[in-house]
Nanobody, 120 residues
């Protein structure tokens, strides 16, 4: 019913930058919030950043001041600008969307994940 497609991951040296993007499509009536989560090998998935439909953002302490989440001109798109990357940022990054579909029901959707690798 709803698909999230991510792009922008890759390999970068410490101190470098990457921008992730995520676009939601399908039977969407509205999106309450979108966000990014990450999961490193052997660790639990953790919140990176979220943004509501009203533009309120929330960040993990570990990325504050380095990462910026923002919505695109198309409301179903969210970006994560990652600067000053560190090796500990290495993880699979997942896009998440809190969606009300056209039937009126509310669901939580996830993208397939995109690998971010930061070399030291």
């Amino acid at each position: 019913q709803v698909q999230l497609v991510e792009s922008g991951g890759g390999l970068v040296q410490a101190g470098g930058s990457l921008r992730l993007s995520c676009t939601a499509s399908g039977s969407i009536f509205s999106i309450n919030a979108m966000g990014w989560y990450r999961q490193a090998p052997g660790k639990q998935r953790e919140l990176v950043a979220t943004i509501t439909s009203g533009g309120i953002t929330n960040y993990a302490d570990s990325v504050k001041g380095r990462f910026t989440i923002y919505r695109g001109n198309a409301e179903n798109t969210v970006y994560l600008q990652m600067n000053s990357l560190k090796p500990e940022d290495t993880a699979v990054y997942y896009c998440n969307a809190d969606v009300i579909i056209v039937s009126g029901y509310k669901y939580d959707y996830w993208g397939q994940g995109t690998q971010v690798t930061v070399s030291s």
